[in-house]
């Protein structure tokens, strides 16, 4: 049963570094044409994020794998009965990625316009919905006795679950803008600066109120402290960044979502995925899991493994954390069609 609580706990841990890592760059996807005024400025912001957005989704796909290798039930019901909302964010990763890598093949603006809001529109939809998706997990969902999802989609739109991917969504935001104001210099970083005090304001109301909604429906006092480390963690990066201490901010940010994402997995324990329809029917640690001997051949490759990934990660981190600006942007090229040349 120990290995059962371990990979729980990973998974979670799994899911916090993929909503942390890549919550600031869908933040920074959603302010693309907010804080990016112009060609250079978008640059900017793309290029903060460049050379980490693919490998913070690495978390994701670990989070997926590993959900699967260790709670297949857990993994085969959470897949099918969510398998629309899950579907559109999958092609909002694909869309998103293919987005940045694009964008610069062409020479118009038309095209480049086009892509900027295929970034923009996945990177707001993205976080809305798994947002959704975890705000059902934690309110659970109806599951029959066979542990199969029995509802439809509209019932996975519920108040509740819209106000937990708005919250995320918004912290996001939030984040992301932080975290600009963090990497940028200039004319950038004022925008990113102004937009993270007005938009952070929002997310700590939000925040508060999901998390008093949470604890009404699976509250405990271990979910009620790690909700007020998460508003308190938001507020204290909403100060930070009002007193201009950029690395403070993102701390806060980041320690906000960290506990946000926690709360979730600490209102689900022992559940993986509660029935609303009848507690008995609920998924849990135990009849979710994979055999002993597979959790066990699991934590040992997870062991020799993962600290290679985290040092690799860490030291991209390190190599690209100077600060840009535009004056680091070169001026657009001309579109030959436009100005007669050939």
């Not at 104001?181 to 999901?210: H, I, N, P, Q």
Request: proline content about 4%; overall charge neutral; aromatic content about 12%.
């Amino acid at each position: 049963m120990w290995l059962n609580e371990i990979w729980f706990v990973l998974i979670a841990v799994l899911w916090i570094g993929f909503f942390v890592l890549d919550g600031f760059d869908f933040g920074v996807g959603a302010l693309l044409r907010v804080v990016g005024k112009d060609e250079r400025g978008r640059r900017v912001l793309i290029n903060t994020i460049g050379p980490v957005w693919d490998g913070n989704e690495v978390w994701l796909l670990t989070a997926g794998g590993a959900t699967f290798a260790a709670f297949p039930q857990w993994y085969a019901t959470l897949f099918s009965g969510f398998y629309l909302p899950l579907l559109l964010i999958l092609v909002c990763l694909i869309v998103r990625g293919v987005a940045f890598e694009y964008r610069v093949k062409g020479t118009t603006d038309l095209w480049r316009r086009n892509w900027d809001w295929a970034i923009q529109t996945c990177s707001i939809v993205t976080p809305l919905l798994l947002g959704v998706a975890f705000g059902n997990m934690v309110e659970g969902v109806p599951l029959d006795a066979n542990h199969e999802y029995v509802g439809g989609f509209f019932n996975l739109l519920n108040p509740f679950a819209l106000l937990t991917g708005i919250t995320l969504l918004v912290i996001c935001v939030t984040h992301g803008a932080v975290f600009l104001a963090l990497k940028t210099r200039g004319e950038v970083r004022d925008r990113a600066k102004a937009l993270a005090l007005k938009v952070g304001a929002a997310a700590v109301l939000l925040l508060v109120a999901d998390a008093i909604w949470q604890l009404s429906i699976r509250g405990n006092l271990t979910a009620a402290a790690v909700a007020a480390v998460a508003v308190l963690s938001l507020a204290g990066g909403w100060l930070a960044t009002r007193a201009g201490r950029d690395g403070w901010a993102f701390v806060g940010t980041a320690g906000s979502i960290l506990a946000l994402v926690a709360g979730w997995f600490v209102s689900l324990h022992p559940d993986v995925m509660p029935s609303n329809l009848d507690p008995g029917y609920s998924l849990n640690l135990t009849n979710a899991a994979s055999s002993h001997y597979t959790l066990t051949v699991m934590s040992w490759v997870a062991l020799c493994l993962v600290p290679f990934v985290v040092a690799y990660q860490a030291w991209s981190y390190w190599v690209f954390r100077k600060r840009i600006s535009t004056a680091n942007i070169p001026l657009p090229t001309a579109d030959p069609a436009l100005t007669g040349l050939r």
